[in-house]
Structures are given as C-alpha cells and as structure tokens.
C-alpha cells in the first residue's frame, strides 16, 4: 500500500491545517483540557481519512483481450441499454460503477489498445447518481479500441464533491489494460459503453474493484455493417454471445 501522487498536495493542506488549529487551540485556552483532546481526536481523524483515500494499494493484473476489467472501485449502479451521442452515436450497453468516498478512486483502462478519442467537458456538479450527470457533470470522454478493431467508451464523471478530474492518456497514446488512465478526487462515477453484443459479467448492486473485477466479455472482432450510402463503418459485434441489460437501480 502507497500513498498516491494526485494526494500530495491534499496531504500537506490537511498537515498544515491540523498543525494551525492545533497551535492556535494550546495558544488559546491552554488549560482547556477536554478541548484540546477534542481537537486532537478530530485531527486524527482528519489525517486518517485524507491518507486512506489517496490509498494506491497494490494490484496484479491479469490481462485478457476478450475481458473488459473494472475501471474504478465502488458499485455498480447502472447496466442498460442506451444510446451513446458523442461518439459512437448507436445503442450501446452502458454500465456504471458509483465511487463513494471510501473507496480507492485510481481510475484504470479497462482494456488494452490505442486512444481513439479523448475530450475533457466542463460541467456541472450533480451527484453522481443522478441520471444527468453523464451528459451534463464534469466529465472526460475516452475511447480505446483495442487489435481486433473493437472500441470501448468510458467516462471519468465528477460528482457534488468531485471537483477535480485527472487523466494521463491523449488521443494517439497506447495502453496497456488495467494501467492507471486517471483520478477523481472524492466521490464521483464512471461510466462504460460497451458494444452491443457484449455479454456481461457483474450484476446490479454488486461491489466491485478497480482491475480486478471483469465487468464483461466482449464479441471477438469488430463486424462491418453498411450504411444509408453503400459505405461501411466497422460496429462492433461478431460471435453470438449472450447479452444482459438490466436497468438503473
């Protein structure tokens, strides 16, 4: 277990706040006993909960091409069938995994391949179970698609304490499944779209974790459909593999 980079600055704001209070508390009212250990106890605990959530703890990944891993820790929240307009601009599964405050919030790629889009969108800060908050929130958009032609959407999404989003990838940069893409202080949402086609694995409710839990399986290789003009566009589809679609909790 480590203490992640995205904390520092956070760490040494909550040192210095504890170090003051408790300078101006014994400064003060020096004999006020029972205050100062009130003071004391909530400083403890303040440091203690800044520490635990910039918590880096150590994974091994096992990387399979077909899987597409958790990217974040926390629950599971959405899996429905929707329609994705920025990108892809089909029907897609989505599934989204809520974040709290306790959970570890080290954002990771949920499969292997080459950034094929990125996009940072200002926005507001509903929370993040609010229906509105994957097209309306703070939020970066990001799409891998990985050597069988087959693209993967997720979405960092801020929530009403998640006022900071962090990411590491650019469009054009090759990653590697699993690897940290990101960091959303506080508590916040990711969403997943996934191909029509993709059979998943998780459950509504289910708690999962960030590189470890495999949220589905997807179809082997991109298949070509045609459109209006006679041209082809590759969608992704392929072998015949079960599809679940629940709806939001």
């Not at 992640?4 to 909550?14: F, M, Q, R, T, V």
């Not at 799409?143 to 900071?164: D, P, T």
């Not at 590697?176 to 998943?200: H, M, N, W, Y």
Request: with cysteine.
């Amino acid at each position: 277990m480590t203490f992640h980079k995205e904390g520092y600055s956070s760490l040494a704001i909550c040192i210095l706040f504890i170090f003051v209070l408790n300078a101006v508390i014994q400064f003060y009212f020096p004999e006020a006993t029972v205050v100062k250990w009130i003071v004391y106890i909530l400083s403890f605990a303040l440091f203690v909960i800044i520490v635990q959530f910039f918590r880096s703890p150590s994974i091994t990944i096992q990387t399979d091409e077909k899987a597409v891993l958790c990217p974040a820790d926390g629950k599971v929240v959405v899996i429905e069938e929707t329609v994705e307009t920025e990108y892809f601009k089909d029907k897609r599964i989505q599934l989204s995994v809520f974040m709290s405050p306790i959970n570890v919030h080290i954002n990771r790629n949920p499969i292997a391949g080459v950034v094929k889009y990125f996009k940072y969108h200002p926005g507001k800060y509903l929370v993040a179970w609010h229906p509105k908050s994957s097209t309306e929130n703070e939020r970066t958009t990001i799409v891998i698609e990985n050597s069988n032609g087959v693209a993967v959407l997720f979405r960092q999404i801020a929530g009403a304490l998640a006022r900071r989003i962090v990411w590491y990838v650019k469009e054009g940069d090759k990653v590697d499944q699993g690897a940290q893409f990101g960091f959303i202080k506080f508590g916040s949402r990711v969403d997943v779209f996934l191909p029509i086609g993709t059979e998943i694995k998780v459950e509504l409710g289910q708690v999962v974790k960030g590189g470890h839990t495999i949220l589905a399986e997807l179809p082997a290789k991109a298949a070509k459909k045609q459109d209006a003009d006679g041209a082809f566009e590759a969608v992704a589809a392929a072998r015949p593999v079960k599809t679940t679609v629940k709806k939001t909790v």
